[in-house]
């Protein structure tokens, strides 16, 4: 199983108590990283921290994570699955202010995000790039080591009177902390203060799926939208996959603004329906989970055809999960544990019993003889040991005198 990282390092207040922290992209677990892609780097924070861990556990309750955002990320859409209560949008220094990314940020800034710029150096460049976004900036962050002297004090006296909050960055001695609270700044982060901790999380491909069959199993079980959406936007490539599933299917003039307007114009059956092919297509990590799609596809629209009309959704969502433990090399009957389906799903799923089950046999001796002459028509391109392996690996028994 592969390994994430992510660093995060804590901000303090100026009394002392925890602020929130910034999560920083790492490519080991050596505190190091190496970043060619501004994008790619906070994608990967944004997945880690969503997806692979315990937001309470890495944040606390109710702690804040500040993450770093170019025009890219801004126009990705990749925001919009991220709680404006626990993310911080720190805009790189180098951020490219087109109108459509100013326009983008005043959205954000609407929706509830507070908003933040990384290492402001006090340059009157810098001062004229930000202007037209002033009101629309919470924090500044202050790189101590590298600010312009000459227009530090009117630059921080002017930010401070409109409300601003500064944020001492690279803090590296007890001096420099005393010097920046004596000057008025709110927030304070750098080596003297907390050096960045490295978390490590396993590769999500290989436990995804026990969160996309317990968000299946809240469907089915009828839960209010509310607790769906959290769940959905704890996990971000679910998320992120979602909204672009839905910008392909549905024709709409609205920006997506929460995860409860995507629930809604998609509907639930279609949202099930298009989990099920997530599974497949990717939490697998079969070689075949492709092949195997088509087949669960296949099935599912056969007996849904072939079901009486109440249980045409049913019947179909059994197609699709009776190859699931194929899918994950899993035993089927403890994979249905986490989702607790319909009795007639689950009947025809682990025992290919129940009211189903006729269709699904059907289906089956079908498949069997459409590949069956497949291999045929094929023989001579299998080798001596791949045919070997395979009746080893079906227990038929072989012999050497033939």
Excluded at 260 to 265: D, G, R, S
Aim: hydrophobic content about 45%.
């Amino acid at each position: 199983m592969g390994k994430l990282y992510l660093a995060k390092q804590k901000i303090f207040k100026e009394s002392g108590d925890l602020f929130g922290y910034e999560l920083l992209f790492r490519d080991s677990e050596y505190n190091s990283a190496e970043i060619a892609n501004n994008m790619k780097a906070t994608s990967q924070v944004i997945l880690n921290t969503l997806t692979n861990l315990n937001m309470d556990e890495l944040l606390g309750k109710r702690g804040t994570a500040f993450i770093n955002v170019d025009e890219k990320m801004l126009l990705s859409g990749i925001i919009d699955m991220l709680d404006n209560k626990r993310f911080v949008l720190e805009m790189l220094e180098t951020i490219e202010l087109s109108e459509n990314v100013i326009q983008k940020i005043k959205y954000y800034h609407r929706r509830g995000f507070m908003i933040a710029v990384d290492d402001f150096d006090c340059s009157t460049e810098m001062i004229k790039k930000f202007a037209p976004l002033i009101k629309h900036i919470h924090i500044f962050k202050i790189d101590v080591l590298a600010f312009q002297a000459e227009n530090f004090k009117p630059v921080i006296e002017k930010l401070k009177s409109i409300g601003i909050r500064l944020l001492a960055e690279k803090i590296e001695t007890r001096e420099a902390y005393q010097k920046y609270k004596s000057l008025g700044f709110d927030l304070f982060q750098g080596y003297y203060l907390h050096k960045p901790e490295v978390v490590e999380a396993d590769g999500y491909k290989e436990v995804a799926y026990l969160a996309i069959l317990h968000l299946i199993k809240l469907i089915k079980n009828d839960e209010e939208t509310v607790k769906i959406e959290m769940f959905i936007k704890q996990k971000a490539d679910l998320s992120y996959k979602l909204i672009k599933f839905l910008n392909n299917q549905v024709a709409f003039t609205t920006p997506v603004e929460s995860m409860t307007q995507v629930i809604t114009l998609l509907g639930r059956d279609r949202l099930l329906r298009w989990l099920m092919v997530y599974l497949y297509s990717e939490i697998s990590t079969n070689p075949a989970s492709k092949t195997l799609l088509h087949f669960a596809i296949r099935r599912a629209e056969i007996m849904e055809e072939e079901a009486q009309y109440r249980d045409k959704e049913k019947a179909y969502l059994a197609g699709m999960f009776s190859l699931l433990g194929a899918v994950f090399n899993a035993n089927v009957k403890e994979l249905m544990q986490h989702v607790k389906m319909d009795r007639d799903i689950t009947n025809l799923v682990v025992d290919k019993k129940g009211k189903f089950a006729q269709t699904l046999l059907k289906i089956e001796k079908a498949e069997k003889e459409y590949l069956k002459k497949l291999v045929v028509d094929n023989f001579d391109k299998f080798s001596t040991v791949d045919i070997i392996d395979l009746l080893e690996k079906t227990d038929i028994e072989t012999e050497s005198g033939y």
